[in-house]
């Protein structure tokens, strides 16, 4: 079965990546693109600064970008990919939900609303099924999924496999890539040769987006994880790859050895962009690296290392690649599940 699909923000740094993932797909054509009201009207090739890593799908860069709004879109195209800014999601996003559109968005917007899923597959799939308490108390026609922010998807993961010991207090700092901060962050000077201990809003996200992924959802509500996480976060001179220094308490105690099997075990999925396995475990004291290891599963997968009990608990590092793991491939990832669950 074949979807097809639009890209909402297609011209942003996450909206070129999706269409990088998305063509060719094996379930998902694409046939609309939008981007704001300045690229309206241009062809693809035109509106777009394209920057991603290899050439822009030759029938994508004739296409026209449309205005974003539900009247551009075909009435048959069924999933719409959201990498709008967080501003314009939450102004526009409702429309296209209300206008029968389901969304796998990417925009922070909505993120915690309590009725809507904020997914990572392989940690919390049951979560879809808050879909029938947001049609119920929303009165949609459409959807609107959301994967959680980069930096919270590189380390949850690797959380989700230790959560069995008990998962008591967390400790993140982060050392985020500049194509994090878009178009304006690859480009800008300013972070060359820098590091930044300040990135917005980010430290609250990664502290309140992985409670709600590793809550419980009982069918009718959702109710957050108690571990208490604590983040710090900064920008440093790396173009793709978040690398993430993560401590972790837990009620049971937990060796090295049994913390490296849990997360090299941790179950993947069989969903077209879900790599396997999901958690690559390196015990060479220098990795993961940014440059090596973000690519690993195609950018989808996880590379953890530095395994090691401390005084502060369990002490590892983390990274994923975060336009792909982190953003784009993200909100694919989501698309495939809502697919494979007959939400499409
Ligand atoms: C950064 N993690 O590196 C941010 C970008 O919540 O989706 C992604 C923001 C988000 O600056």
Redesign the pocket.
């Known amino acids: 079965m074949t979807v097809r699909v639009g890209v909402l923000g297609a011209t942003g740094a996450v909206g070129q990546r999706l269409i990088q993932l998305l063509d060719p797909h094996p379930s998902f054509e694409i046939a609309a693109l939008t981007a704001s009201d300045s690229s309206a009207g241009r062809s693809y090739r035109d509106a777009a600064k394209w920057r991603v890593d290899s050439p822009i799908p030759a029938d994508v860069a004739d296409m026209t970008v449309q205005a974003t709004e539900p009247n551009s879109v075909p009435d048959d195209v069924d999933l719409l990919f959201s990498s709008l800014p967080s501003s314009v999601g939450a102004e526009v996003e409702p429309d296209f939900c209300k206008a029968g559109y389901v969304l796998s968005s990417?925009s922070?917007n909505a993120r915690m609303d309590a009725d809507v899923p904020l997914v990572i597959p392989e940690v919390n799939a049951d979560h879809l099924d808050l879909l029938e308490v947001q049609r119920d108390e929303r009165g949609w026609d459409g959807a609107m999924v959301k994967n959680p922010?980069?930096?919270t998807i590189t380390f949850v993961p690797t959380l989700a496999a230790l959560a069995q010991f008990g998962l008591e207090s967390v400790h993140v700092s982060t050392l985020?890539?500049v194509s994090?901060?878009g178009y304006d962050?690859v480009t800008s000077m300013e972070i060359i040769d820098n590091a930044i201990p300040h990135?917005?809003s980010?430290e609250d996200?990664l502290e309140t987006e992985s409670r709600k992924l590793l809550g419980e959802f009982d069918g009718a509500s959702l109710t957050e994880n108690s571990v208490e996480v604590a983040a710090s976060c900064n920008r440093i001179p790396t173009i793709d790859g978040?690398l993430e220094n993560v401590w972790v308490e837990t009620e049971e105690e937990i060796s090295a050895d049994d913390a490296a099997a849990a997360m090299e075990s941790y179950p993947s999925l069989e969903l077209p962009s879900s790599p396997d396995p999901l958690i690559h475990v390196f015990s060479e004291p220098d990795r993961p690296q940014p440059r090596m290891d973000r690519t690993l599963g195609g950018g989808m997968a996880i590379a953890a290392g530095g395994i090691r009990e401390s005084p502060f608990g369990l002490q590892y590092n983390c990274l994923a690649h975060?336009t792909i793991r982190?953003?784009a491939g993200a909100s694919v990832l989501n698309g495939e599940l809502l697919l494979e669950n007959g939400y499409l």
């Open positions: 990417n922070s922010n980069c930096s985020q890539a994090g901060a962050g990135i917005g980010e996200k978040h975060n982190g953003a």
